[in-house]
């Protein structure tokens, strides 16, 4: 979450009555599901076929690519 996002988000809570150790609690939260939504996010590029898994296995081990990296997105 950006900066910005978790001022705002903070700024909410706050505004909500919650107290920091609330905060504290539900900004854990947030981050783990935020954790989770990407992971998720990213098999379902892959099993969707946007993302191009052996191109990113490729970019991942390649010592050096050229500039730019590897093209993982399908078209």
Known sequence: ???MRHDQLVT???EQG???AEIKKI????????????QESI???INSGTIDLSAL???A???EVAEGGVDT???
């Open 57 to 59: 296995v490729q970019e």
């Open 43 to 45: 098999f379902d590029s």
């Open 1 to 3: 979450m950006s900066d």
């Open 12 to 14: 909410w809570l706050e």
């Open 27 to 38: 900004l854990s939260k947030v981050a783990e599901y935020d954790a989770q939504t990407v």
């Open 18 to 20: 919650h107290s920091p």
């Open 73 to 75: 997105t399908r078209e």
């Open 61 to 63: 081990l390649a010592a």
